[in-house]
């Protein structure tokens, strides 16, 4: 499609054929400003995804700010339909007249429980059992579309949680391998919590922050591109967490940096060095077991008192070797499960960021 996307353009383009029967029936029921509110952020999507426009321009076409243009994108292409665009049907009194709000609340309120309880249940029976345990009254207390949409929706939450690059940890710890003086070396490790994977990892001398997230973006960008690939992505990164690098200074500097950027909506730093790598991998990997306490100074704690020292270069040998063989057993763990479009956008915005601080 041309970088001269515009909201008609869209609609004439048969917009409304590709959606579900459902949504073209609501297609039907918008407004006018609805229809060209829903076609322009399609538009500014459809024009992203080719290339044919930057992200900034995207963004500007569609009317969103970067963080919601981010979400929006990423619901249409995980589910392509009205809701995902943002689009409502009816307006002011004939809305709310349409959707009882107490009703949704109460569904809700169940729906995760429902799901979890009851994982391999097709969603019409899903639905049953969300208005069971929902105490309303009747089988269909909304529309059969609308109770759907709610088991559809948290059938996705689950899925993206569950997926690699929902939730990312940057982690800083010192290790037992002495270097020369007697001091540990230090790990940074960018650590992926719905699978467990080792996204990236590097060692430094010191807990200095940008030497070590610049590094350790770079070989999160290869492993990712690499032999991370096949893992079953996300559409969107939800939240990313970073431990503060020495000084702190450095770190906080740095987030004011992403916030200008447009990237920290959904970053937030913490102090705890080793905690999000001990939650994710274990105290220690394959040789290399996490010290930290010893991230910001004291002598290395070494296997059965064995102070030789270890160069950078061997330490980081090491490493690659152990986090190849964690990441494999993973990745034959989740061999089959779905990995059609790589890591979010969001995630490799950041790597990219960090790569270049």
């Given at each position: 499609?041309?970088s001269e996307v515009t909201a008609q353009a869209v609609v004439d383009a048969g917009?409304?054929?590709?959606?579900?029967?459902?949504?073209?029936?609501?297609?039907?029921?918008?407004?006018?400003?609805?229809?060209?509110?829903?076609?322009?952020?399609?538009?500014?999507?459809?024009?992203?995804?080719?290339?044919?426009?930057?992200?900034?321009?995207?963004?500007?076409?569609?009317?969103?700010?970067?963080?919601?243009?981010?979400?929006?994108?990423?619901?249409?292409?995980?589910?392509?339909?009205?809701?995902?665009?943002?689009?409502?049907?009816?307006?002011?009194?004939?809305?709310?007249?349409?959707?009882?709000?107490?009703?949704?609340?109460?569904?809700?309120?169940?729906?995760?429980?429902?799901?979890?309880?009851?994982?391999?249940?097709?969603?019409?029976?899903?639905?049953?059992?969300?208005?069971?345990?929902?105490?309303?009254?009747?089988?269909?207390?909304?529309?059969?579309?609308?109770?759907?949409?709610?088991?559809?929706?948290?059938?996705?939450?689950?899925?993206?949680?569950?997926?690699?690059?929902?939730?990312?940890?940057?982690?800083?710890?010192?290790?037992?391998?002495?270097?020369?003086?007697?001091?540990?070396?230090?790990?940074f490790a960018c650590l992926d919590v719905g699978t467990g994977a080792i996204l990236?990892?590097?060692?430094?001398?010191?807990?200095?922050?940008?030497?070590?997230?610049?590094?350790?973006?770079?070989?999160?960008?290869?492993?990712?591109?690499?032999?991370?690939?096949?893992?079953?992505?996300?559409?969107?990164?939800?939240?990313?967490?970073?431990?503060?690098?020495?000084?702190?200074?450095?770190?906080?500097?740095?987030?004011?940096?992403?916030?200008?950027?447009?990237?920290?909506?959904?970053?937030?730093?913490?102090?705890?060095?080793?905690?999000?790598?001990?939650?994710?991998?274990?105290?220690?990997?394959?040789?290399?077991?996490?010290t930290p306490g010893r991230t910001e100074g004291g002598d290395a704690l070494a296997?059965?008192?064995?102070?030789?020292?270890?160069?950078?270069?061997?330490?980081?040998?090491?490493?690659?070797?152990?986090?190849?063989?964690?990441?494999?057993?993973?990745?034959?763990?989740?061999?089959?499960?779905?990995?059609?479009?790589?890591?979010?956008?969001?995630?490799?915005?950041?790597?990219?960021?960090?790569?270049?601080?």
């Open positions: 499609m041309s917009f409304p054929d590709a959606l579900p029967a459902s949504d073209r029936e609501r297609w039907n029921a918008l407004t006018a400003n609805q229809r060209a509110r829903a076609a322009r952020r399609l538009g500014a999507i459809v024009a992203w995804h080719a290339g044919d426009v930057s992200l900034d321009e995207a963004v500007k076409r569609s009317g969103l700010s970067r963080s919601r243009f981010y979400g929006v994108a990423a619901d249409w292409r995980a589910t392509p339909s009205l809701e995902s665009l943002g689009a409502q049907v009816g307006s002011g009194a004939s809305a709310r007249s349409q959707v009882d709000g107490d009703a949704v609340n109460a569904l809700q309120a169940v729906v995760a429980k429902v799901v979890r309880m009851n994982g391999d249940a097709s969603v019409s029976e899903l639905v049953r059992l969300m208005v069971a345990a929902s105490g309303l009254p009747g089988e269909r207390p909304l529309g059969v579309v609308r109770m759907r949409t709610i088991v559809e929706t948290e059938l996705r939450r689950r899925r993206s949680r569950a997926a690699a690059g929902n939730h990312v940890r940057i982690d800083i710890t010192g290790i037992n391998l002495p270097r020369e003086g007697g001091g540990a070396h230090v790990m990236g990892a590097v060692i430094g001398e010191t807990a200095q922050a940008l030497d070590g997230y610049k590094r350790l973006a770079g070989d999160s960008l290869a492993r990712i591109a690499g032999p991370l690939a096949d893992l079953p992505w996300t559409k969107r990164l939800e939240n990313m967490e970073i431990v503060a690098g020495v000084p702190k200074s450095e770190t906080d500097e740095l987030y004011l940096r992403m916030e200008e950027a447009g990237l920290a909506s959904v970053v937030q730093l913490a102090t705890k060095f080793g905690k999000y790598f001990k939650a994710a991998v274990g105290a220690s990997l394959g040789r290399i077991e996490i296997v059965n008192n064995d102070m030789r020292p270890w160069s950078r270069q061997e330490v980081s040998a090491l490493l690659a070797d152990e986090v190849e063989a964690h990441n494999a057993a993973i990745l034959k763990a989740r061999a089959g499960e779905a990995a059609d479009g790589g890591a979010p956008d969001g995630l490799i915005d950041v790597l990219r960021f960090l790569a270049a601080a």
